[in-house]
């Protein structure tokens, strides 16, 4: 005799799946999907680094914002090419359109000394972090 395991949600999960089959969304052919650039995030040192890839981004295309409220939002537009014939394509999965990525910055970072540079298609954001006053240990006499 077999124990199958019991799961509440299981006929929940098949409908939405059901569900999902059925209203599948798949954009019309030729159309041109949404470009979202990948990005990698490290924290070094002395500053924390953003690296966004934009293969086919013009420098000038690219918006690196800090917002009041320390929001850096790194925006764009890839542009389609103009001299594209579609009937040269037998299939074309490049993506264009606007792109924005927004990131809180933390308590630490020192937003106004914040510096973008754009090489071989790489966006790379430099945030400084901000320089702590260490203050030395010392003994308070309870009285």
């Known amino acids: 005799m077999f124990l199958t395991k019991y799961d509440p949600f299981k006929e929940l999960k098949d409908f939405e799946d059901r569900f999902k089959d059925a209203f599948k969304i ?26 966004v890839d934009l293969p086919g981004v013009k420098k000038e295309d690219i918006h690196v914002d800090v917002s009041e409220d320390n929001v850096l939002t790194i925006s764009g537009e890839r542009k389609t090419k103009e001299e594209v014939k579609e009937k040269d394509y037998y299939k074309c999965e490049s993506s264009y359109g606007k792109f924005s990525r927004s990131f809180t910055l933390p308590s630490n970072a020192d937003a ?12 790379e954001v430099v945030i400084p972090k901000l320089k702590e006053a260490k203050t030395a240990s010392r003994k308070i006499a309870v009285k």
Do not use: Q
């Open 26 to 51: 798949t954009p019309p052919e030729g159309a041109l999907t949404a470009f979202s650039p990948s990005v990698n995030t490290r924290e070094g040192e002395f500053a924390y680094h953003i690296e």
């Open 112 to 123: 106004e000394s914040i510096s973008a540079n754009s090489e071989d298609a790489v966006l």
